[in-house]
């Protein structure tokens, strides 16, 4: 049992007068958090099947937390956009992990402008479409090494821990200026946290800790700069004044907490359905054209986003004619709008070759993925590099075998144990 599943009651419902059903929104009977009881999916690359069914029947699920707080859940693509879109849900609204009462300096994701306007601006050079093109030699050597580790160790290796955890996280680590041991450390932390609970307590020790390691980091940037995103963050020109230890810590951890790990997840379940379809695959690696589009269907179909985004209404509104009173917390299914029949052809089959479509795997609005460009660029290196490098790539065990990762947070495999021929 999760530490969710101890604190927060799930409840059903009062159920809905007969006319209700007239309506374009109704409210449906309780909806489980996502990772807190193990989801029922049609197959390992769909949306939880609860979900899918609030979407068909145009319904909003509701959970109710301790102390009165409610949550209700969006599923159909144009309510989360319209929800993303509108000032009136706020990012900074939403209750706090026990890691901290308030929230830390510089954690943007959890702030609403001005604030969060300062610091994206701030980062807007590191992670726009032009920087992100910048890394991809580093991202390429980084992938080169790992595929050079791969094949020293004879003709099989697990794809996860040897290639599409590392890599991702090695560019994080370079990009912030921080030894990889500490992103090694914190990643195993949380992946354990995610999988086993832990009290409030345990879970305010280990953030506080990150957040120490983290100071001595920027203390040691302040003091003798390098060329990295931490130093020219601490010694740089910034709109509305120089940034303060805190501040860069702050943001630093966004990163860290944004990461690496929908990447490494995209390619765990990307690589999975590829090695059931050849034909795709083969096409795939024969087409180096078609990364860029199969890297937006990867973005789209993969439900790697297993609980979506989360705002507080700060005034009363009306989402598809469902009332959404003050105070009250709405969560964006991601995974079930990016599959929202009313949006997507054929949304629940996998074309790689599909025209770039209007998915809501980085959000919407002021708070969209601010690293998206960099998630492209490592996506389309580690796919045409892997591919290039064993053409023979294929999965080596029976796929009931895998192991899905199903947490609050994140959807992916454990492991995904692969082989390819001796050359």
């Given at each position: ?11 059903p419902d009062a159920p809905s007068a007969p006319e ?236 860290i907490f944004a990461g690496h790990e929908p990447v ?160």
């Amino acid at each position: 049992m999760t530490t969710y599943e101890r604190t927060h009651r799930i409840v059903p419902d009062a159920p809905s007068a007969p006319e209700a059903h007239t309506r374009e929104s109704t409210v449906s009977e309780t909806l489980p958090l996502p990772g807190t009881v193990k989801a029922e999916r049609r197959c390992p690359y769909d949306p939880p099947e609860n979900h899918r069914r609030l979407r068909d029947a145009g319904e909003l699920g509701k959970l109710e937390l301790p102390g009165g707080l409610v949550m209700w859940f969006l599923t159909k693509h144009d309510d989360i956009r319209a929800m993303l879109a509108d000032s009136r849900f706020s990012g900074s609204r939403v209750p706090f992990p026990a890691m901290s009462p308030e929230i830390p300096a510089g954690f943007f994701f959890s702030m609403d402008p001005p604030d969060h306007t300062r610091y994206r601006r701030t980062l807007t050079a590191e992670f726009s479409v032009r920087g992100a093109r910048e890394l991809t030699g580093r991202i390429e050597r980084l992938a080169d090494q790992h595929l050079d580790a791969m094949e020293a160790m004879g003709t099989s290796a697990d794809l996860v821990s040897a290639y599409a955890n590392p890599v991702p996280a090695m560019v994080i680590s370079e990009i912030l200026g921080v030894p990889y041991t500490y992103h090694q450390k914190f990643d195993h932390e949380v992946r354990t946290l995610r999988e086993t609970g832990g009290d409030d307590q345990a879970v305010g020790a280990m953030a506080t800790a990150w957040w120490d390691e983290m100071r001595g980091f920027v203390r040691a940037k302040r003091a003798e700069p390098a060329d990295d995103m931490i130093s020219r963050l601490l010694h740089g020109e910034v709109e509305g004044g120089a940034l303060t230890d805190e501040e860069v810590v702050g943001i630093a951890m966004t990163i860290i907490f944004a990461g690496h790990e929908p990447v490494e997840n995209l390619i765990g379940l990307g690589m999975l359905a590829l090695f059931q379809d050849r034909e795709q695959l083969t096409r795939l690696r024969e087409n180096p054209d078609l990364l860029d589009d199969a890297v937006e269907e990867f973005l789209r179909y993969f439900p790697v986003n297993n609980f979506g985004t989360v705002r507080t209404a700060t005034e009363d509104a009306v989402i598809n004619g469902h009332p959404i009173a003050k105070g009250e917390m709405v969560a964006g299914l991601v995974s079930t709008a990016n599959r929202d029949p009313e949006r997507f052809a054929d949304p629940d089959r996998l074309a790689l070759d599909r025209p770039h479509a209007s998915h809501l795997a980085f959000g919407h609005g002021v708070h969209q993925c601010l690293g998206q460009q960099l998630a492209r660029v490592e996506l389309k290196v580690l796919l045409q590099r892997l591919l290039a490098r064993f053409p023979s790539l294929r999965l080596a065990v029976a796929p009931e075998e895998i192991r899905y990762r199903e947490n609050t947070s994140f959807y992916g495999v454990h492991e995904l144990p692969v082989t390819w021929a001796a050359e």
